[in-house]
């Protein structure tokens, strides 16, 4: 399957990477791996992830309080939001209309 990050997902993704590694040298690469392990194994096992509703799935990163919020579209999956657990939930939502191709 595909993976198509949204670009503010995608943003939210590298702004994590830039404050952890603020915090500490080679945290945000640590960050990203988690982050790129965590959607792998989405990729592999798109529908594992626990449903928020019909379409919205959530991943947990395994070390980093962060979850990968996601829609199974057809043959690809759209990273809608990397969220940390700490941010306004369902603050990602009005980015679902722009997952549909």
Not at 18 to 43: K, P, S, W
Not at 45 to 70: A, C, D, E, M, Q
Request: glycine share 8%.
């Amino acid at each position: 399957m595909r993976v198509r990050f949204l670009p503010s997902a995608k943003a939210e993704a590298d702004e994590a990477v830039a404050y952890f590694d603020e915090q500490r040298n080679g945290l945000g690469d640590r960050f990203e791996q988690d982050l790129q392990d965590t959607v792998g194994f989405v990729r592999e096992h798109p529908f594992s992830g626990k449903r928020l509703s019909n379409r919205v799935r959530r991943f947990r990163l395994h070390t980093f309080r962060y979850n990968v919020i996601y829609v199974v579209d057809g043959d690809e999956i759209v990273i809608v939001a990397v969220a940390h657990h700490r941010r306004r939930p369902g603050y990602w939502r009005g980015r679902l209309g722009t997952t549909i191709r």
